[in-house]
């Protein structure tokens, strides 16, 4: 008796005492399950029309106006109680309900997340003719392992502004019926000296061209005749010249759909994951928050390759914006700025069994286990890390406890193994309290990414419950 006393004892006090991750689908009832599912149906259709920035950016305000969003303009009058949205450029949307709450005593609640997503970018002069090839030349646009890219479906996405001044959209690939696009690599047969480089270096950059015809204009005569029967169908579809490509903004991303994984569907493998697996639930918890705070979700362009630019989080719109917001109200933005939180909402490394030796496992985020705190990011000794202070850290948990949100704390991977970083930093430099927080991706950066039904709609819990 004594001994099962102990026993019990010693359970509860491992209970009390000792951190465990815990897997959602295990303590989740079907009317759990269900949420989890239903919201993820959502997500994959919005991961299916935003593959580019400007897509996410056209689909989250087709979103914003279902829930009764209105557009703002700078100038435009606010009042208590207005829900509305802000358009940068057509690449960037911000979109914002203003509470009853004194902004310079409760500051504003943030959510923080990106759009755009590692492609292919044409270059200026793209178009080339080679051996029964045309082909169009690309420039990658972040991170990606470029071998990736090879034999797999295409699409292309993207706007050209014609000489005239006319703004064509471009899609093609998505559709059953249409082509798609393709990027060649070295049969094995022949591929021994290739296999001998690096990762980096098994495909190079100026080799990622996309075939995008073989068939010869009619006239014999005519010089480059694929290139030409190319050119002349692009001309009669859209009125496109070759030259028109120094002023398009023109990519290839995959042309594959938003799947399901699994004999159970517990996972989604999708292009885009990053960061539309954050970007859509910081979207939906502010289209649905019924706050007394002001409450605002940025969905941001450039991340991938640094948040530069007038769209990106280094732009100084979005600060702006938050000015006009308090210039509305008679708020001092200083005084609000320090008094507002954010959620940097960006994905992170989940752990994968397949590679071990990259990860410190009590510190990795376990697929299925919530949404994850990242308190720092960077590199190495935290080197370009936006490092959340505890004392907020400790705010952002007791949230999380109080609405019974399953979460876990992680890191990118081992020290000195890699690195990352996020809009966290930009945040913080207008004295805004900020902590990376999101959804763990399996094979991030990749064509086709992994994620969890059941981190993506914790991590919807978290933001709303972090807004409300």
């Known amino acids: 008796m004594e001994e099962k006393e102990k026993q019990t004892e010693t359970e509860e006090l491992v209970e009390k005492l000792v951190y465990k991750k815990k897997n959602i689908y295990e303590s989740a009832d079907g009317e759990e399950i269900k949420k989890i599912y239903d919201f993820a149906e959502g997500y994959m259709k919005f991961l299916d029309n935003s593959k580019t920035e400007r897509e996410a950016c056209e689909y989250s305000i087709k979103l914003a106006r279902e829930a009764g969003f209105k557009e703002f303009k700078f100038g435009d009058k606010l009042k208590v109680g207005d829900k509305r949205y802000f358009v940068n450029r057509n690449k960037s949307v911000v979109v914002f309900s203003i509470g009853k709450n004194n902004l310079e005593k409760y500051g504003v609640k943030l959510l923080g997340a990106h759009i755009d997503s590692p492609r292919l970018d044409f270059k200026p002069n793209p178009v080339y003719e080679d051996s029964g090839f045309c082909f169009l030349k690309t420039h990658y646009y972040g991170g990606i392992k470029k071998y990736q890219w090879t034999t797999i479906p295409l699409a292309i996405h993207g706007t050209v502004v014609l000489g005239d001044g006319k703004v064509i959209n471009v899609k093609v690939g998505e559709d059953e019926s249409d082509p798609v696009f393709y990027i060649n690599d070295l049969l094995p047969h022949l591929g021994q000296e290739q296999m001998r480089n690096s990762g980096n270096n098994i495909i190079t950059g100026e080799q990622l061209n996309v075939v995008v015809g073989g068939l010869p204009y009619v006239d014999k005569k005519a010089k480059d005749k694929i290139k030409l029967n190319f050119l002349s169908i692009l001309n009669k579809k859209y009125g496109i010249t070759e030259a028109d490509f120094m ?48 409450v605002i979700a940025m969905l941001v362009d450039k991340e991938e390759i640094g948040s530069e630019g007038v769209t990106g989080m280094k732009s100084r719109v979005y600060e702006d914006l938050l000015n006009e917001i308090c210039d509305a109200f008679g708020a001092r933005s200083h005084i609000v700025r320090a008094k507002s939180r954010c959620l940097s909402a960006d994905v992170t490394s989940c752990f994968d069994p397949n590679f071990t030796s990259v990860y410190e496992k009590t510190n990795a985020s376990i697929i299925s286990c919530g949404t994850t705190i990242n308190k720092y990011t960077g590199a190495g000794g935290k080197s370009g890390a936006s490092d959340a202070s505890a004392e907020f850290v400790g705010e952002i948990r007791k949230i999380f406890t109080d609405n ?65």
Not at 261 to 290: E, M, T
């Open 247 to 294: 002023s398009a903004e023109l990519c290839v991303v995959p042309a594959y759909k938003a799947r399901e994984v699994g004999f159970d569907r517990a996972f989604i493998s999708a292009y885009g994951h990053d960061d539309k697996s954050c970007s859509y639930p910081a979207l939906q918890a502010v289209l649905n928050a019924k706050s007394s705070d002001t």
């Open 404 to 468: 019974n949100i399953m979460w876990q704390a992680g890191e990118l991977g081992k020290v000195d193994v890699g690195g990352g970083g996020t809009i966290a930093k930009y945040v913080a430099d207008l004295n805004i309290d900020t902590v990376d927080i999101g959804v763990p991706v399996i094979s991030m950066h990749s064509p086709y990414e992994l994620i969890s039904k059941a981190d993506l709609y914790s991590t919807y819990k978290a933001f709303s419950a972090f807004v409300k």
